[in-house]
C-alpha cells in the first residue's frame, strides 16, 4: 500500500517495468498535467487570435472543406464529423454547440458562422440537430485565416500524428476583443465582452503609433464594451477604465425602453433590446412571477410580441404612473438590468495564463499581426526568387528555342546536355522539360521580361519591409484600416449597438408608496395559518371567524395594505410580511411558514404592524435582553434577520415597544422587579444583558412604563388595579426583586 506522508520514491527492483512512488505525488503530478490540459487546451482562449482549440479547429475544417462566405453550405454534422475525426478527439455533440454559437448573433458580435437552419434563439431554445442543419463560414471568419497557406504561423501534428493543425490562426481581426470570449478552467477562468471592431481597429492603430499610451487615452477609443443584443451601459467611466487597467471589473448593462402612447391617454412601455446573455424567455417568466406575487403592484400585465426582433409589452397599472419610476423598480428586481462581470484571463502566446489589461491584449494581437506579416512576407520573397529563376531560364530557352527543341527530340539524357550547353540550374532545366507544347506559342520574350521585372520590383519592396521596422508597423495600420472599413462603423453590422449612458437621477420609491392604501384585518391562528380580511372587522364580526378543527385564534388586528409586519420567532429572527401580498379572506388562508422561512420547530411569539422611528424591548426565556431600534430588525428576505440570540433551550419570548421610563419584569418565582429603561443597552443584535436575577426558573414577563403613572394589572377579579408606590419593588437591573403585591394575576403577567 502506498504511503501518503512520505514523499521519496521507492523503486522496485523485482520488476523494472513497476515503479512505486507515493499516492500524494501520483495524485498531484496527475491532477496538475489534467489542470493544465483544461486550462491550455480547452478553457482559455489564445491572446492572439482569440479562439479556443475547438474553435480554432472548426474553422480550420470548413477552411479545408472550402465553406467560403460566398460558396455553398455543408451539413452540420459533416463539419463536425471532420473536426472530430481529424483533429478534435471529444464528443460530436460538444463540437456541435460550438459551431452553433459561432453562428448565433445574440451571442457573436461577429459570427464567424453563417448558418442555415435553426440555430437555437434569445428565448434560450437549444439549435436543430446537426444533421438537420447546414453551415459555411462568414466574411469575418474568412479574415481569421489570412496568409494560412502562406506560412503565416506554425503547425503540429493533430493527436494521431496523420495530419497536421494551425497551432494559432493569423487573425487579421482583433477576435479576442471582438467577440469576447468565456470559460471556466481549473482554478481559474475568463470572461471577457465582445467590443467593437472599428474602435478596437483605432485603439490598436494608436498603440502602434504611442507605444506607451496611457489607459486614459485607449478609453477614448474603446469607450465599453458593445454586446451584441445591444442594451444601454450604465457604468461609470472610472469604473470602466479601471477594469480595463487591472482586466477584472463589471459592466452594468440595461434594456432599452420607450413610452408608447395608446387611444385615451393610456400608454405602454415597449423593451426593444435586453441585456446581453439574458433569455428573453426566463426574464419575462421572472417579472410575471413578481406580478402574481404582487411585488410590483405599479405593474398590470407583461406580454411577449417579439417576432425578428425583440418586443416586450409591459403594461401600468395606471395611465398616472410615472414610467421612469415604473422601469426603475424593474431594473432593481429582475434582470431588466444586469452586470456583466469581466475577468480577462488568456493565454499569452499559447502557453502563459494571464490577467491582462486592455493594453496588453491589444498589444499580444499587434505583436502577432508583425510576426505574421514577416513570415508571410519572407514566404513571398522565397516563391519570388524560385519564379525568377524559373523565367530566366524561359528567356534562355526562347532565345535558342530550335537548339532546346533539337535536344529534347535528339538526346538521350537532354536535361544534362542543356544544362551543360546554357549553363542553366536544375531547376530551371527541369521547368523547360516540363513545359507542355502549348507553352511554346505563349513563350514570348517581352512578356517574360515584364513579369521579372515587376517581380524583381516586388522583391525590392519587401526586401525594404523586412529591413525596416516603421516599414512594417506602417503596413500594419494600413491592414488595420482595411479591416476597419469592412467590418466597421460604416459595414452592415459595424454600428456600434450598446449605448454608454449614464444612470438617470431617481429617488427610490419605497414599495408601501407604489400599493393602493386599504384597510384589512389580520387574521392569524395558533397553528400559523394567515389570511388578511377586507376592512376593519367589527369584535362581532370578529367572533365568527372561523378556522381549522382544533384551531383558534392567535392575532387578530387592523392593519392597512401598505404597512410591514415583523413576526418574530422564538428562535430570536424577525421576518417581515407585506399587508399586500397576504392570501386574501377566503377560506383559512395560507400557513405563514410559507410566506416566510420558520422553521417547523420555531413557535410564533408575537405578530404586529412596524411603526418606524419605534424602540422594542426584547427579552429571552432566561431573563436576558436589550433595546433595539424597530428599524433595524426588518428583514430583506425571506430567511428573517437574526436578532435575538439564543441558546438551546431558550427562547425569545418578549418583544414589547418601549412606553416610558421604567422596566418591569416577573420571574417564574412571582418576584417582580422594577428598574429604570436607561440601564438597558441598546444593541442591534446579541444576547443582551441580565434582566433579572434568578435562583430556579427564568423569565415570565416583562412590560415598560412611566413610574409617575404607577404598573397596572388586572386583579383575579378582572377589575385594573394601579400600584404608584413601587419603592419595595424597585431595584438594580439583574437583581432578584420581591415578591408580587397581592392581587397579582395568578398567570403572572402584566
Given at each position: 500500500?502506498?504511503?501518503?506522508?512520505?514523499?521519496?520514491?521507492?523503486?522496485?527492483?523485482?520488476?523494472?517495468l513497476?515503479?512505486t512512488?507515493?499516492?500524494?505525488?501520483a495524485?498531484?503530478?496527475?491532477?496538475?498535467n489534467?489542470?493544465?490540459?483544461?486550462?491550455?487546451?480547452?478553457?482559455?482562449?489564445?491572446?492572439?487570435d482569440?479562439?479556443?482549440?475547438?474553435?480554432?479547429?472548426?474553422l480550420y475544417?470548413m477552411?479545408?472543406?472550402?465553406?467560403?462566405?460566398?460558396?455553398?453550405?455543408?451539413?452540420?454534422?459533416k463539419?463536425?464529423?471532420?473536426?472530430?475525426?481529424n483533429?478534435?478527439p471529444h464528443?460530436?455533440?460538444?463540437?456541435?454547440?460550438?459551431?452553433?454559437?459561432?453562428?448565433?448573433?445574440?451571442?457573436?458580435?461577429?459570427?464567424?458562422?453563417?448558418?442555415?437552419g435553426?440555430?437555437?434563439?434569445?428565448?434560450?431554445?437549444n439549435?436543430a440537430?446537426?444533421?438537420?442543419?447546414?453551415?459555411?463560414?462568414?466574411?469575418?471568419a474568412?479574415a481569421?485565416?489570412?496568409?494560412?497557406?502562406?506560412?503565416?504561423?506554425?503547425?503540429?501534428?493533430?493527436?494521431?500524428g496523420?495530419?497536421?493543425?494551425?497551432?494559432?490562426?493569423?487573425?487579421?481581426?482583433?477576435?479576442?476583443?471582438?467577440?469576447?470570449?468565456?470559460g471556466i478552467?481549473?482554478?481559474?477562468?475568463?470572461n471577457?465582452?465582445?467590443?467593437?471592431?472599428?474602435?478596437?481597429?483605432?485603439?490598436?492603430?494608436?498603440?502602434?503609433?504611442?507605444?506607451?499610451?496611457?489607459?486614459?487615452?485607449?478609453?477614448d477609443?474603446v469607450?465599453?464594451?458593445?454586446?451584441?443584443?445591444g442594451?444601454?451601459?450604465?457604468?461609470?467611466r472610472?469604473?470602466?477604465?479601471?477594469?480595463?487597467?487591472?482586466?477584472?471589473?463589471?459592466?452594468?448593462?440595461?434594456?432599452?425602453?420607450?413610452?408608447?402612447?395608446?387611444?385615451?391617454?393610456?400608454?405602454?412601455?415597449?423593451?426593444?433590446?435586453?441585456?446581453?446573455?439574458v433569455?428573453?424567455?426566463?426574464?419575462?417568466?421572472?417579472?410575471?412571477?413578481l406580478?402574481?406575487a404582487?411585488?410590483?403592484?405599479i405593474?398590470?400585465?407583461?406580454?411577449?410580441?417579439?417576432?425578428?426582433?425583440?418586443?416586450?409589452?409591459?403594461?401600468?397599472?395606471?395611465k398616472?404612473?410615472?414610467?421612469?419610476?415604473?422601469?426603475?423598480?424593474?431594473?432593481?428586481?429582475?434582470d431588466?438590468?444586469?452586470r456583466?462581470?469581466?475577468?480577462?484571463?488568456?493565454?499569452?502566446?499559447?502557453?502563459?495564463p494571464?490577467?491582462c489589461?486592455?493594453k496588453?491584449?491589444?498589444?499580444?494581437?499587434?505583436?502577432?499581426?508583425?510576426?505574421?506579416?514577416?513570415?508571410?512576407?519572407?514566404?513571398r520573397l522565397?516563391?519570388?526568387?524560385?519564379?525568377?529563376?524559373?523565367?530566366?531560364?524561359y528567356?534562355?530557352?526562347?532565345l535558342?528555342l530550335?537548339?532546346?527543341?533539337?535536344?529534347?527530340?535528339?538526346?538521350?539524357?537532354?536535361?544534362?546536355?542543356?544544362?551543360?550547353?546554357?549553363?542553366l540550374?536544375?531547376?530551371?532545366?527541369?521547368?523547360?522539360?516540363?513545359?507542355?507544347?502549348?507553352?511554346?506559342?505563349?513563350?514570348?520574350?517581352?512578356e517574360?521580361?515584364?513579369?521579372?521585372?515587376?517581380?524583381?520590383?516586388?522583391?525590392?519592396?519587401?526586401?525594404?519591409?523586412?529591413?525596416?521596422?516603421?516599414?512594417?508597423?506602417?503596413?500594419?495600420?494600413?491592414?488595420?484600416?482595411?479591416?476597419?472599413?469592412?467590418?466597421?462603423?460604416?459595414?452592415?453590422?459595424?454600428?456600434?449597438?450598446?449605448?454608454?449612458?449614464?444612470?438617470?437621477?431617481?429617488?427610490?420609491v419605497?414599495?408601501?408608496?407604489?400599493?393602493?392604501?386599504?384597510?384589512?384585518?389580520?387574521?392569524?391562528?395558533?397553528?400559523?395559518?394567515?389570511?388578511?380580511?377586507?376592512?376593519?372587522?367589527?369584535p362581532?364580526?370578529?367572533?365568527?371567524?372561523?378556522?381549522?378543527?382544533?384551531?383558534?385564534?392567535?392575532?387578530?388586528?387592523?392593519?392597512?395594505?401598505?404597512?410591514?409586519?415583523?413576526?418574530?420567532?422564538?428562535?430570536?429572527?424577525?421576518?417581515?410580511?407585506?399587508?399586500?401580498?397576504?392570501?386574501?379572506?377566503?377560506?383559512?388562508?395560507?400557513?405563514?411558514?410559507?410566506?416566510?422561512?420558520?422553521?417547523?420547530?420555531?413557535?410564533?411569539?408575537?405578530?404586529f404592524?412596524?411603526?418606524?422611528?419605534?424602540?422594542?424591548?426584547?427579552?429571552?426565556?432566561?431573563?436576558?435582553?436589550?433595546?433595539v431600534?424597530?428599524?433595524?430588525?426588518?428583514?430583506?428576505?425571506?430567511?428573517g434577520?437574526?436578532?435575538?440570540?439564543?441558546?438551546?433551550?431558550?427562547?425569545?419570548?418578549?418583544?414589547?415597544p418601549?412606553?416610558?421610563?421604567?422596566?418591569?419584569?416577573?420571574?417564574e418565582?412571582?418576584?417582580?422587579?422594577v428598574?429604570?429603561v436607561?440601564?438597558?443597552?441598546?444593541?442591534?443584535?446579541?444576547?443582551?444583558v441580565?434582566?433579572?436575577?434568578?435562583?430556579?426558573?427564568?423569565?415570565?414577563?416583562?412590560?415598560?412604563?412611566?413610574?409617575?403613572?404607577?404598573?397596572?394589572?388586572?386583579?383575579?377579579?378582572?377589575?385594573?388595579r394601579?400600584e404608584?408606590?413601587?419603592?419595595?419593588?424597585?431595584?438594580?437591573?439583574?437583581?432578584?426583586?420581591?415578591?408580587?403585591?397581592?392581587?397579582?394575576?395568578?398567570?403572572?403577567?402584566f
Open positions: 500500500m502506498a504511503d501518503l506522508t512520505n514523499d521519496t520514491d521507492t523503486p522496485d527492483d523485482s520488476d523494472g513497476t515503479v512512488e507515493t499516492l500524494r505525488r495524485l498531484g503530478e496527475r491532477y496538475l489534467y489542470a493544465l490540459s483544461t486550462i491550455m487546451h480547452r478553457a482559455l482562449p489564445d491572446a492572439r482569440g479562439l479556443k482549440p475547438v474553435h480554432r479547429r472548426i475544417a477552411h479545408q472543406l472550402k465553406l467560403d462566405s460566398n460558396g455553398r453550405f455543408r451539413k452540420s454534422s463539419i463536425s464529423g471532420d473536426v472530430m475525426g483533429y478534435h464528443g460530436d455533440q460538444a463540437i456541435y454547440d460550438a459551431l452553433a454559437r459561432l453562428a448565433q448573433d445574440f451571442n457573436v458580435r461577429y459570427p464567424l458562422v453563417d448558418g442555415q435553426n440555430f437555437g434563439n434569445i428565448d434560450g431554445d439549435p440537430a446537426a444533421r438537420y442543419t447546414e453551415a459555411r463560414m462568414t466574411a469575418t474568412e481569421m485565416l489570412t496568409g494560412l497557406s502562406e506560412n503565416a504561423v506554425d503547425f503540429r501534428d493533430n493527436y494521431d496523420s495530419l497536421e493543425e494551425p497551432i494559432v490562426l493569423p487573425a487579421s481581426i482583433p477576435n479576442l476583443l471582438a467577440n469576447g470570449s468565456s478552467a481549473v482554478g481559474m477562468a475568463t471577457i465582452p465582445p467590443h467593437n471592431i472599428g474602435e478596437l481597429c483605432d485603439a490598436a492603430i494608436h498603440l502602434i503609433k504611442a507605444p506607451n499610451a496611457r489607459d486614459e487615452t485607449l478609453l477609443y469607450p465599453g464594451p458593445d454586446f451584441p443584443t442594451g444601454i451601459m450604465v457604468e461609470p472610472e469604473n470602466i477604465l479601471e477594469a480595463y487597467r487591472t482586466g477584472r471589473g463589471s459592466f452594468r448593462t440595461r434594456a432599452r425602453w420607450e413610452k408608447e402612447e395608446l387611444t385615451r391617454g393610456q400608454w405602454q412601455i415597449v423593451v426593444t433590446e435586453i441585456p446581453y446573455q433569455q428573453k424567455s426566463k426574464l419575462i417568466e421572472k417579472i410575471a412571477e406580478i402574481n404582487k411585488k410590483i403592484p405593474l398590470a400585465d407583461i406580454r411577449d410580441e417579439s417576432t425578428e426582433d425583440v418586443r416586450i409589452i409591459l403594461e401600468p397599472r395606471a398616472t404612473v410615472d414610467p421612469v419610476m415604473l422601469m426603475e423598480t424593474l431594473f432593481r428586481s429582475s431588466l438590468e444586469t456583466f462581470s469581466m475577468n480577462m484571463n488568456v493565454l499569452i502566446d499559447g502557453l502563459t494571464k490577467v489589461s486592455l496588453e491584449v491589444l498589444r499580444a494581437f499587434i505583436d502577432h499581426r508583425r510576426e505574421v506579416l514577416l513570415r508571410r512576407s519572407k514566404h522565397d516563391k519570388i526568387d524560385r519564379r525568377l529563376e524559373v523565367l530566366e531560364g528567356i534562355i530557352a526562347f535558342n530550335d537548339r532546346v527543341i533539337e535536344i529534347i527530340r535528339y538526346e538521350d539524357e537532354p536535361k544534362a546536355v542543356m544544362m551543360a550547353e546554357f549553363t540550374t536544375d531547376v530551371q532545366a527541369e521547368a523547360i522539360l516540363n513545359m507542355r507544347l502549348r507553352s511554346l506559342r505563349k513563350l514570348e520574350e517581352m517574360l521580361r515584364n513579369e521579372r521585372d515587376k517581380l524583381l520590383i516586388e522583391r525590392a519592396s519587401l526586401e525594404d519591409l523586412l529591413a525596416s521596422e516603421e516599414l512594417q508597423w506602417k503596413t500594419i495600420i494600413d491592414q488595420l484600416r482595411d479591416v476597419r472599413k469592412e467590418f466597421g462603423k460604416q459595414s452592415e453590422n459595424g454600428a456600434r449597438r450598446t449605448e454608454l449612458a449614464e444612470v438617470p437621477d431617481f429617488e427610490e419605497p414599495l408601501e408608496a407604489m400599493i393602493e392604501k386599504e384597510p384589512i384585518t389580520v387574521v392569524c391562528s395558533a397553528m400559523g395559518w394567515i389570511r388578511a380580511m377586507k376592512g376593519h372587522l367589527t362581532e364580526q370578529q367572533a365568527k371567524l372561523k378556522f381549522k378543527d382544533g384551531d383558534e385564534a392567535r392575532f387578530v388586528f387592523h392593519a392597512e395594505t401598505t404597512d410591514r409586519l415583523l413576526l418574530l420567532g422564538s428562535n430570536g429572527r424577525f421576518y417581515t410580511l407585506l399587508g399586500s401580498v397576504l392570501p386574501g379572506g377566503r377560506g383559512m388562508g395560507e400557513p405563514v411558514r410559507l410566506i416566510v422561512d420558520l422553521p417547523n420547530e420555531v413557535e410564533m411569539v408575537d405578530l404592524i412596524h411603526k418606524p422611528g419605534r424602540k422594542l424591548l426584547m427579552a429571552s426565556s432566561a431573563g436576558d435582553g436589550f433595546i431600534e424597530e428599524d433595524s430588525v426588518i428583514a430583506q428576505t425571506r430567511s434577520k437574526q436578532v435575538l440570540n439564543v441558546k438551546e433551550g431558550i427562547k425569545a419570548l418578549i418583544c414589547k418601549v412606553i416610558g421610563d421604567h422596566i418591569a419584569c416577573v420571574g418565582n412571582r418576584k417582580v422587579l428598574f429604570p436607561s440601564e438597558l443597552p441598546e444593541m442591534g443584535r446579541g444576547k443582551g441580565r434582566l433579572q436575577k434568578y435562583k430556579d426558573g427564568g423569565l415570565n414577563d416583562a412590560i415598560t412604563f412611566t413610574l409617575a403613572d404607577g404598573l397596572s394589572w388586572l386583579d383575579p377579579a378582572g377589575r385594573t394601579t404608584t408606590d413601587l419603592t419595595e419593588w424597585t431595584g438594580k437591573r439583574a437583581s432578584a426583586g420581591r415578591m408580587a403585591p397581592r392581587g397579582f394575576p395568578r398567570n403572572n403577567r
